[in-house]
């Protein structure tokens, strides 16, 4: 815990904080809440409890001061220390661990056994989970996969095969295409092609042909069709790795978190991309740090897993036209009503740079491109502003600060 940082900046909180001291920030006040055991000096622990972060359960003070239990108190029956501190750190002094190798000493997780799928759980064990909607012949499927295309054909082929070629059981994968208005020949033909797909054939996967109406509308009528206790969302010109869900899932459920975003690589062609490149760049989202999401998407890209009913609760993405961020404000506003967001720490899939998007194509150095970058931003703040709602100085203030911010 960088003690002398912190006590820094909250002396000199009164004059602002730049974007790395909130960034600085969120990690380590996450750090604290999700790690087993926290190890820290009793200055610094009574630093941070005094400026009220979410501690784990265990504290390990490694310095002789002694701390008052009341004046400190701790997660434990009545308020007490939750184990003996100066056995703990005799017990971790004996062991020679330096603090930089302390996590190794942690036991490795149990191997799965071959074949087992720890994320299954029974329809009747999985409570609020599911929708309620779901069939007895739907129990088996566990993510829908929502695709909304537009004039991407080629594209969209290699993202399908990417499902096609996942570690998880495919009876345990849906996926819905929504098609958002395409017209060309080429995207048609493509269409056509892969309705004769035995998955589609079969009913299991769904193609669905709607008049344009943009990202969040097509995605939203996606997700009305999922019989999966989760959704991933994948855009048509991306390209999944082929542990994607199965890794997803194995996070959702040993974390119970309702969203779960996860860095990506960037792919700068039309070919398929490969299983790995040394040469590509990577994008890792910080996560839920409500602070800096009002400046910039720290949460993570449409690409994400949602537990069904946490979707169906938030009711969705908002249906803005031309307007892009629908991912974006739909995370902020996850965040700020207490959902559970979180990252997990590897790449599963390929994001494709420079194809055509609708957010690529309705960007640019024009002014119009300027007033649609504005437009964008307006919607992701939406969340924050109706947070402040009834304090219309507070929403300016906000709106100044976003307006700062990006004309710096």
């Given at each position: 815990m960088p003690q002398a940082l912190r006590e820094a900046w909250l002396q000199g909180r009164?004059?602002?904080?730049?974007?790395?001291?909130?960034?600085?920030?969120?990690?380590?006040?996450?750090?604290?809440?999700?790690?087993?055991?926290?190890?820290?000096?009793?200055?610094?622990?009574?630093?941070?409890h005094e400026d009220g972060w979410k501690l784990a359960s265990q504290i390990l003070i490694f310095d002789d001061l002694q701390l008052d239990e009341q004046q400190l108190p701790l997660a434990g029956a009545?308020?007490?220390?939750?184990?003996?501190?100066?056995a703990a750190f005799s017990m971790w002094s004996a062991s020679q661990l330096p603090l930089h190798q302390l996590s190794s000493a942690s036991p490795p997780p149990p191997r799965r056994p071959h074949g087992a799928r720890t994320y299954a759980r029974p329809a009747s064990a999985r409570g609020d989970s599911g929708s309620g909607d779901a069939s007895e012949g739907d129990a088996a499927v566990m993510v829908t996969v929502c695709v909304v295309h537009h004039e991407r054909g080629a594209l969209l082929l290699q993202a399908l095969e990417s499902v096609r070629r996942q570690t998880l059981p495919p009876e345990e994968i849906q996926v819905i295409v929504v098609d958002d208005g395409s017209t060309s020949a080429q995207a048609?033909?493509?269409?056509?092609?892969?309705?004769?797909?035995?998955?589609?054939?079969s009913g299991k996967w769904q193609l669905l042909l709607r008049p344009a109406r943009y990202l969040g509308a097509s995605r939203n009528e996606a997700a009305r069709h999922a019989q999966g206790e989760f959704l991933f969302f994948l855009d048509d010109d991306n390209c999944l790795k082929p542990h994607a869900l199965e890794t997803l899932l194995h996070?959702?459920?040993?974390?119970?978190?309702?969203?779960?975003?996860?860095?990506?690589?960037?792919?700068?062609?039309?070919?398929?991309?490969?299983?790995?490149?040394?040469s590509t760049e990577r994008w890792l989202p910080l996560g839920a740090a409500a602070a800096v999401g009002v400046f910039k998407n720290c949460f993570g890209d449409a690409n994400a897993l949602v537990r069904r009913n946490a979707f169906i609760t938030l009711r969705g993405f908002t249906e803005d036209p031309n307007v892009g961020h629908e991912d974006w404000e739909l995370w902020a506003r996850a965040v700020l009503q207490g959902y559970t967001l979180q990252v997990i720490p590897l790449p599963i899939y390929w994001y494709r740079l420079g194809q055509g998007g609708m957010l690529s194509q309705s960007l640019g150095a024009t002014q119009i491109a300027q007033v649609q970058l504005h437009a964008n931003h307006a919607r992701n703040i939406r969340p924050y502003l109706q947070r402040l709602a009834g304090w219309p100085e507070a929403q300016d203030l906000l709106r100044l600060a976003q307006g700062m911010y990006y004309k710096k």
């Open positions: 009164s004059a602002g904080a730049s974007m790395d001291e909130l960034e600085q920030d969120h990690m380590q006040r996450s750090a604290a809440f999700m790690a087993d055991v926290v190890v820290t000096s009793s200055s610094t622990y009574r630093f941070i009545g308020g007490s220390l939750p184990f003996d501190v100066s048609l033909a493509t269409l056509s092609h892969v309705a004769a797909w035995p998955e589609f054939v996070a959702a459920h040993a974390s119970g978190a309702q969203i779960l975003t996860s860095p990506n690589e960037k792919w700068p062609s039309a070919e398929p991309p490969p299983l790995s490149h040394k």
